[in-house]
């Protein structure tokens, strides 16, 4: 015993640095989804608020951006408004039709915070359950895709960066219509990889990418970027390098789009599947 | 002695601001990301017990866990480099030793033994940081160019706090 005693009096830096570093590990590994949206919450706790802070501080460096990216999206909205058009015949359809459904439904909200150089990278809102936020909501601003809504909390939520290796969208080549996974490989924050693309599908640099709409989440026809670069890869795939349109180190104003189909998409295909 | 606490306890406080306000803002094409706030296991004092240096470190690292969301992978980093600072004092210790009464400083010891002291330290705590934060060894060499051109960035932003703020 008393042997014992003198080796921890000896060792005790050596015992004490093996206690804390195992318990920052276990904090690591241990992190699965269920633990990592808890640790989330947590951190927003505490964090939110010194979050939107900072957030007040950075936007007036990029009120002059924000400003015209405003105006680009006015002028594109009143460009679709019936005032627009000469209407050949006033019977048509208008906006306001019963006959029309609700397919999503736009809330605006604002990066709070932000990270493009992590691996897993998340983006907070702050706007949570409250506004109506709900997990596994689409994220998008005027540029294309941001990512997907992962946890919310009361007044905040968490969205999965497409800037992480977790995040995966079928994305299809607008002008031919073939789809794939696209998803982020780790390294630069410009560029994103399209998969699957069979060889015989003519693509050129330039071809734009877009989402494809399955799976519900996000609507079809998001701008995601433009082939900057593509390879053969083990001869009967292409692997194409996508310059993504959407510069994520400057995120502020965003959308998250709530799919009123998704609902019905999942149950019908779970009821398939099984 | 209650001076130098609220001394540390300031520089403590002002480490993990720059760290989230300036520093964590500060990339090029998501290769480089200085850590500075690590500055502050850099500066404790000789005199510090070992454990109340790990403890420390501990806190601090879980404190940019909090607020980057990352659970574990600045506190571990954070931990083994502090667990290696006595380790890497006793490596570069000048002949006579550390008197008492000094501190970790290069106006006190010299730019040369400054250099060693912060770079392998730095070296240490990215390292670490960068592949716990990947946490798979695919792509293992360019997450070890990260890992570098970071220490190197880091090391110069510390080297220069220096000559302009720690001068005595």
Redesign the interface.
């Known amino acids: 015993m008393r042997n014992l005693f003198r080796f921890i009096a000896q060792h ?2 050596l015992i ?2 093996l206690i ?2 195992t318990f ?6 241990n ?1 699965n989804p269920y ?2 949206v808890v ?2 919450n ?2 927003h706790k ?2 939110g608020r ?1 979050s939107v802070r ?1 957030s007040n501080i950075r936007d007036y460096f990029s009120l002059h951006y924000e400003n015209r990216k405003l105006a680009e999206e006015n002028a594109r909205l009143y460009n679709n408004l019936n005032s627009s058009y000469s209407w050949l015949r006033t019977d048509s359809v208008f906006p306001g039709d019963t006959l029309a459904r609700r397919k999503y439904w736009y809330i605006t909200a604002r990066v709070i ?1 932000n ?5 897993y990278n ?1 983006i907070t809102l702050d706007k949570g359950s409250e506004s109506g936020i709900r997990p596994e909501m689409a994220v998008i601003n005027t540029d294309g895709i941001i990512g997907i809504v992962k946890s919310v909390s009361p007044n905040y939520a ?1 969205v999965l960066s497409f800037l992480n290796k977790d995040f995966t969208v079928n994305a299809k080549i607008k002008k031919n219509g073939y789809f794939g996974p696209l998803s982020w490989l ?4 410009d560029y994103g990889t399209l998969v699957d693309i069979p060889h015989h599908v003519r693509v050129a640099e330039g071809d734009t990418i877009i989402t494809s709409g399955f799976g519900g989440v996000f609507p079809e026809g998001i701008l995601i970027g433009t082939i900057s670069d593509f390879k053969l890869k083990g001869g009967n795939y292409y692997e194409i390098k996508v310059k993504l349109s959407n510069d994520f180190k400057k995120l502020d104003y965003v959308k998250v789009i709530r799919s009123f189909e998704k609902v019905e998409i999942d149950s019908l295909e779970n009821a398939s599947s099984q | 002695m209650i001076r130098e606490f609220v001394k540390y306890l300031f520089y403590f406080v002002a480490l993990i601001v720059l760290q989230l306000l300036v520093f964590n803002n500060i990339e090029f094409a998501s290769y480089v990301n200085p850590y500075i706030y690590i500055l502050f296991i850099l500066l404790l004092p000789f005199t510090v017990p070992k454990v109340f240096l790990l403890f420390n470190a501990f806190i601090l690292g879980l404190i940019m866990d909090l607020f980057m969301g990352t659970p574990g992978v600045h506190s571990s980093a954070t931990v083994l480099m502090a667990y290696s600072r006595p380790f890497v004092m006793g490596l570069f210790s000048p002949r006579e030793g550390y008197q008492s009464g000094t501190y970790p400083r290069m106006a006190q010891f010299g730019a040369e033994w400054f250099v060693k002291y912060t770079v392998m330290l730095v070296i240490i705590h990215h390292t670490t940081f960068f592949y716990l934060e990947v946490f798979s060894l695919n792509h293992f060499f360019n997450t070890l160019l990260r890992a570098l051109l970071s220490s190197l960035l880091t090391s110069l932003i510390i080297i220069f706090s220096q000559f302009f703020v720690f001068r005595k």
């Open positions: 005790h830096f004490f640095f804390i570093e920052s590990l276990f904090l690591l590994i992190s633990q990592k640790f989330y947590a951190s505490f964090s010194a900072m915070n990270s493009v150089n992590k691996q998340y968490s780790g390294k630069s924050a």
